[in-house]
């Protein structure tokens, strides 16, 4: 993959009123509504990862044995999603598109809350068993 595709790093928080559960079930309804509309504006790549709420003790203890890591600091986000598309022009079609502003932002209001994003470019390392280095 070229140094000009654009990642999007999501950390999303659910609606206060909603359980884990609940939040789980309507951003599953979520993506399956999302998923051909970004194919449609040219994304490569769309992964919703959903956070436990407490990890178990011997993943935390591992990640303890590392200098770097703060103790206790867990990042406090429902769900973090992930697009990448190969132009940044193909996002801004995708973001500003009927479909997204028709259906997909309104869906999302039922059920997300708190949202901080981060555009990244590609990154070293290994990509569906391949190594990108």
Excluded: C
């Excluded at 993506?31 to 051909?36: F, G, I, M, R």
């Excluded at 303890?64 to 697009?83: F, L, Q, R, S, W």
């Amino acid at each position: 993959m070229s140094s000009t595709t654009t990642n999007l790093v999501f950390l999303i928080k659910r609606q206060p009123h909603l359980t884990f559960s609940d939040f789980k079930l309507q951003y599953e309804n979520h993506v399956k509504l999302a998923t051909p509309v970004i194919l449609k504006y040219g994304a490569v790549y769309y992964s919703v990862q959903f956070n436990r709420p407490k990890p178990k003790d011997d993943l935390q203890d591992t990640l303890k044995n590392d200098e770097k890591v703060v103790e206790g600091i867990m990042i406090e986000y429902d769900a973090i999603t992930t697009m990448r598309f190969r132009e940044s022009d193909e996002f801004k079609k995708a973001w500003e598109s009927e479909e997204q502003r028709g259906i997909l932002s309104p869906d999302a209001a039922r059920f997300m809350g708190e949202m901080r994003f981060s555009f990244w470019t590609e990154a070293l390392g290994i990509i569906d068993g391949e190594s990108m280095v």
